[in-house]
């Protein structure tokens, strides 16, 4: 290996700056494409350089202005003086394909970067300096930094733009004229109400569900999953730190059946509850649901298991059950400062991902009894600053008990208190303990 050449190819980068010096247009489409390290001789990433900076300061670039610049920076004899400039402009077939020869030299800088870094990844592993799971999420991270930077940049025209937004719209008119005049950029969560305020779950969203214990903020997390994955069939990742994969399941089963939780955990069923079941469980068979139950997951493994749930299993939503179980690699760090890199982690991670992630969030303790305001998240004041949308859950205070012992429907408030793309509302729910599962207030249906 110590003796291959790395890829490059020489003709191509002598083509790229002989055009991009015969034609100053040349320039231009090239400076989209590369930069100088994209060069495999440092001669040509100088060349590149003085080009480049002559444009930049509006200086006509020809043979005698690249020679005159390379003189003033003692650099024209390092490149082989002016007879290369000239050997340059004379070897380009056509300075109309310098993006071509531009490709091909980027082509080449991408497979170098990419022996270098699994280079270095292999140095890593024989080191063992750091963990392995730190070694892998290092090397996820880098490949995919080496992707997102590599793209080319594009510009849309107004015409193009015009063609697509006419075919939107048109799609857009069709769509709300067939379903019942609503219509959603993003993933229904199966309450109308809800999705008319936030325009559904959307791409590289990061939403925060946030209340006190025993609100049923899991309930309405597990309720919008079950929606999306059980009835849309659009695939769903659910990472329920607190609670193991049965006890998920059996809430799904219950929300879905209408039958009393407890009841179906005691396995104190009916001869007529056997339908509901058969039904509920024949909809989860079915289901695109991907759940992680792993306990007090870190926030490393966290962001790998999401990327593979979105590579693999392209899921199209991810739910985070919650966040102050999610631990970070520095415990040493204030539990605050703590709390902001994961927020920060997970916004990031949804832009990447380009998916919505609900992650669930307790609030503070003097909010118990009166309606929580976005200072009451709880950890950290980061939350509020990276979230696209935070929505509280709140019941008064006559209403407040443990789920286990509520029966009927209990009235809940749904705060929609941050929404970056629309207003904020307060929305009348039911909750339904006993079935673990929300309802939109009659009112409001």
């Known amino acids: 290996m110590r003796d291959r050449v790395p890829p490059h190819d020489q003709d191509a980068e002598k083509a790229v700056l002989g055009s991009m010096i015969l034609d100053p247009r040349a320039i231009d489409s090239v400076t989209l494409i590369l930069k100088p390290g994209d060069f ?14 002559l444009r930049d300061q509006g200086i006509p670039v020809d043979v005698i202005s690249v020679a005159k ?75 995919l930094e080496l992707a997102v930077n590599r793209q080319a940049h594009q510009v849309m025209q107004a015409k193009e733009m015009s063609i697509k937004l006419t075919s939107e719209i048109q799609r857009l008119t069709e769509q ?19 999705d008319r305020a936030i325009n559904g779950l959307n791409k590289s969203e990061f939403i925060i569900i946030a209340a006190r214990t025993s609100l049923g903020k899991t309930t309405l997390a597990i309720n919008i999953a079950a929606h999306i994955a059980l009835h849309q069939k659009r695939p769903v990742g659910y990472f329920s730190l607190e609670m193991p994969w049965m006890k998920l399941g059996f809430r799904i089963i219950s929300s879905e059946s209408r039958i009393d939780l407890y009841r ?28 992680d139950d792993t306990p007090h997951i870190s926030l490393l493994d966290l962001r790998a298991q999401a990327r593979r749930m979105v590579n693999q299993y392209k899921v199209e939503a ?12 520095n415990k040493n760090l204030p539990r605050h400062e703590q709390v902001a890199e994961i927020s920060r982690s997970l ?9 919505p992630i609900v992650a669930l969030s307790q609030v503070t303790r003097d909010s118990e009894g009166k309606r929580p305001g976005l200072h009451n998240l709880r950890e950290s004041g980061s939350l ?13 205070r006559e209403y407040q008990r ?34 673990t599962r929300f309802e939109l207030a009659e009112i409001e249906r």
């Open 40 to 53: 495999y001789f440092p001669t040509h990433q100088t060349l590149y350089q003085a080009i480049v900076q």
């Open 69 to 143: 610049e390379l003189q003033a920076k003692k650099t024209l004899d390092q490149i082989g003086g002016a007879a290369y400039l000239s050997e340059l402009t004379n070897s380009v077939p056509t300075s109309a394909n310098a993006a071509v020869y531009a490709k091909i030299v980027r082509d080449n800088s991408i497979l170098r970067s990419l022996i270098n870094l699994s280079n270095d990844i292999i140095a890593q592993c024989y080191s063992r300096t750091d963990e392995s799971k730190i070694i892998l999420e290092n090397a996820e991270r880098r490949i």
């Open 176 to 194: 709300y004229t067939s379903h019942n005049k609503t219509v959603l950029t993003g993933i229904p969560t199966g309450y109308s109400v809800l």
């Open 264 to 291: 179906l955990q005691r396995g104190e069923l009916r001869p007529s509850d056997q339908s509901s079941i058969a039904y509920a469980v024949s909809q989860l068979y079915d289901a695109p649901l991907y759940i």
């Open 318 to 329: 991810i739910f985070i059950d919650y966040i102050s179980i999610i631990s970070v690699e």
């Open 347 to 355: 916004m990031s991670l949804s832009r990447e991902l380009d998916v």
């Open 384 to 396: 509020e600053q990276d979230a696209d949308i935070i929505i509280f859950l709140h019941r008064e």
């Open 402 to 435: 443990e789920e286990k012992d509520a029966g009927g429907p209990i009235p809940t408030e749904l705060i929609v208190a941050k929404n970056r793309q629309g207003d904020t509302t307060v929305i009348p729910m039911m909750f339904i303990g006993n079935q």
